[in-house]
């Protein structure tokens, strides 16, 4: 069983940053692919982006560029750097996980999610 536990979420101006992290419970965090999805009022979950055990990444097209992702195994958390945010950035974010060393887009694929935390982006 993995445990999420989202922080770091909040109110920016656009074209501001923020960076979430993800704690994570659980020995097995280095084995797991992790990564972030969103979701705005009224729309469908979103893929943000994932990060495998070895370190390979992937974006969303919308993101790519302005969001880095990293992960620490030694302190089983996990990070998303968001800097040129913008207000379509507005939604719910959720820290994801995955047993397999196949990054997924689809949020059926991931069993474990955190809560979520709020961010917001101002005109």
């Known amino acids: 069983q993995v445990q999420l536990v989202e922080s770091g979420g909040g109110l920016v101006q656009a074209g501001g940053s923020l960076r979430l992290s993800c704690a994570a419970s659980g020995r097995t965090f280095s084995s797991y692919v992790m990564g972030w999805f969103r979701q705005a009022p009224g729309k469908e979950r979103e893929f943000v982006a994932a990060i495998s055990a070895a370190g390979s990444e992937h974006y969303a097209d919308s993101v790519k560029g302005r969001f880095t992702m990293s992960r620490d195994n030694a302190k089983n958390t996990l990070y998303l750097q968001m800097n040129s945010l913008k207000p379509e950035d507005t939604a719910v974010y959720f820290c994801?996980?995955?047993?397999?060393?196949?990054?997924?887009?689809?949020?059926?694929?991931?069993?474990?999610w955190g809560q979520g935390t709020q961010v917001t982006v101002s005109s």
């Open positions: 994801v996980a995955r047993r397999s060393v196949v990054i997924a887009t689809d949020p059926k694929n991931y069993p474990y």
